[in-house]
């Protein structure tokens, strides 16, 4: 079985930057002593006293007189960005304080997941029901200010503390998002937040559809709960999409859920503690007979799917108990071990990889500021049952399928609203929101967006002065399907707002659409051709796509 963990939830508050879900090994710390060689053979005493000799000369004699406090702070930041660990981190604290908060799902914020991307600080998960989602904030906007303070040279943590504060308290966010010249201005009010992991929903009369947004304490079982509800439904959909990642023994429990006794789960190959060149390797195993037998299953990932979710992902399809749809996944494959510092710091290390039943390693290797490495090739595995599936770090799905995006003229309506100084996200929310009120004091359900509600929000629009030449069909309906995606969600009616959204959703439209058609797992698997070979992207960190997950304001 897998080594014991320090369960480590990814989504963080504050100002810790922290990696897609880590699983944390527990290991034996020895503080080291100056003057002794140490195990690895290495003669520590001279570079010692050179390093201390260093930093009083800094403080005696640097111009910038920084205090010795202020020295050994820098210098520890500098010896982990030396490591070329995206991952590594010494916590404060604070920040370990806000690390255990955490695992309760109940913090002080607005609602959000941001991680460093592109050298920007970007939005990876917007959580339900909470502040920042009422306010339109997206997966991907980058936020560019906090209160009139210029954010684009910020790092994760100075966002997620100047995001983050008193609840009651508001602050104003502006988020420059794909496809719009300028930046978008949201004024959200903070508030106490609670993040649930699992939310279900049975779509198109007859098809299972689970969202899991973390994999947090006690997911498995909610999952479980969830499966037994769904138990009539024709397939499952397992929609892991934007999912950053959690308790490493919470994604084995899942995985568990799917698969038979004995079963492999995951594999870790990681260093033994102290011992320079010696790796280990240890699986882990399913416990207990699948809860389901047979039924179709589909797992959704995307590139924001990471660490936890990738186990899962990563063992239902090595098993060839589920089929992947949508995009290839973060890859974030690697170990951390955290280990107790004095003074109540922690530091977090990178010492090992995680890889699927079959072989294939879940790490997509990065640069020291987490710019992915791309290898020369991309290796071949084959599942269980001899279909193909590649390697190379994350997941790859046996169907890919990329999100939808904006048209040109779809674009331009949002341009057009910036220009114009209208919240466009925000004005979405409050005409759905008031016609639900009315619904919901009526008592009524409607159809769709009632048309007149539509032609008024329009006018309104155009009252604010929204330039009326991006105002056409297409925009129209646009702006109806939002409105009425959000009017369902507003009134609770999660499967008929989900029942819209597939409109412009082709990964969960294609899942729905195989469900229908396939009454067992073997014809499930049957209607998905043979992937052909991913193309290989640029080398040494030009791809600039994927980064380190972040804090939660």
Not at 51 to 66: K, M, P, V, Y
């Amino acid at each position: 079985m897998i080594a014991r963990f320090v369960p480590a939830l990814l989504a963080v508050l504050l100002a810790v930057s922290f990696s897609p879900a880590t699983a944390q090994q527990e290991p034996t710390f020895t503080p080291f002593t100056f003057g002794e060689r140490d195990r690895a053979g290495g003669n520590s005493s001279i570079e010692a006293e050179v390093f201390l000799g260093a930093l009083q000369a800094i403080r005696d004699f640097g111009l910038s007189g920084e205090d010795t406090a202020e020295l050994w702070e820098k210098a520890i930041r500098g010896l982990i960005r030396e490591l070329d660990d995206p991952y590594a981190d010494v916590l404060t604290p604070d920040q370990v304080r806000a690390f255990e908060e955490e695992s309760t799902g109940n913090y002080a914020g607005i609602g959000v997941q941001i991680t460093e991307l592109n050298e920007r600080v970007t939005i990876t998960a917007v959580f339900r029901n909470t502040p920042a989602d009422q306010e339109g904030l997206l997966v991907g906007d980058w936020i560019v200010e906090v209160d009139g303070q210029d954010a684009t040279e910020w790092t994760v943590g100075e966002a997620s503390n100047n995001i983050r504060g008193e609840i009651g308290t508001t602050v104003e966010v502006k988020v420059q998002r794909d496809g719009i010249a300028q930046p978008i201005p949201v004024r959200i009010r903070r508030q106490q937040v609670h993040i649930p992991a699992v939310t279900s929903e049975r779509i198109f009369g007859d098809v299972g559809y689970i969202l899991l947004d973390r994999v947090a304490r006690n997911s498995a079982a909610e999952v479980d709960s969830v499966l037994a509800e769904l138990d009539d439904t024709r397939g499952i959909i397992l929609d892991l999409r934007r999912n950053p990642g959690g308790y490493l023994d919470e994604s084995l429990n899942l995985a568990d859920l799917f698969l038979d006794r004995g079963a492999t789960l995951v594999t870790t190959r990681s260093r033994t503690p102290g011992r320079a060149g010696d790796v280990r390797e240890e699986s882990a195993f399913a416990r207990r007979p699948a809860r389901v037998h047979g039924k179709p299953i589909i797992v959704l990932v995307d590139r924001f799917s990471a660490s936890a979710s990738e186990i899962v992902a990563g063992a239902l399809q090595d098993h060839d108990r589920a089929i992947v749809l949508g995009e290839r996944t973060f890859g974030k494959g690697s170990v951390q071990s955290v280990i107790p510092l004095p003074g109540d710091h922690m530091i977090r290390l990178t010492s090992g990889e995680w890889f699927t039943p079959r072989g294939r390693s879940l790490n997509r290797p990065r640069d020291r500021d987490g710019r992915v490495i791309e290898p020369d090739s991309i290796p071949r595995f084959t599942s269980e049952g001899g279909r193909t599936i590649w390697g190379g770090g994350g997941v790859y799905p046996d169907l890919e399928i990329r999100p939808d995006t904006l048209t040109s003229r779809e674009q331009d309506l949002f341009n057009a609203a910036i220009s114009a100084e209208i919240p466009l996200q925000q004005r979405l929310q409050e005409s759905a929101f008031q016609v639900a009120q009315r619904y919901r004091e009526s008592g009524g359900t409607p159809q769709g967006f009632p048309a007149a509600e539509l032609d008024a929000f329009v006018e309104r629009l155009m009252g604010d002065g929204l330039d009326g030449d991006v105002v056409n069909a297409e925009t129209r309906a646009y702006l109806e399907w939002q409105l009425e995606r959000i009017l369902f969600e507003r009134l609770e009616l999660m499967s008929r707002s989900l029942e819209v959204l597939i409109r412009r959703d082709a990964a969960l439209a294609k899942a729905v659409e195989l469900l229908q058609q396939a009454s067992t797992l073997d014809e499930l698997l049957a209607m998905v051709p043979e992937p052909e070979r991913p193309t290989v992207q640029a080398r040494a960190g030009s791809n600039r796509e994927d980064g380190t997950e972040g804090g939660s304001p």
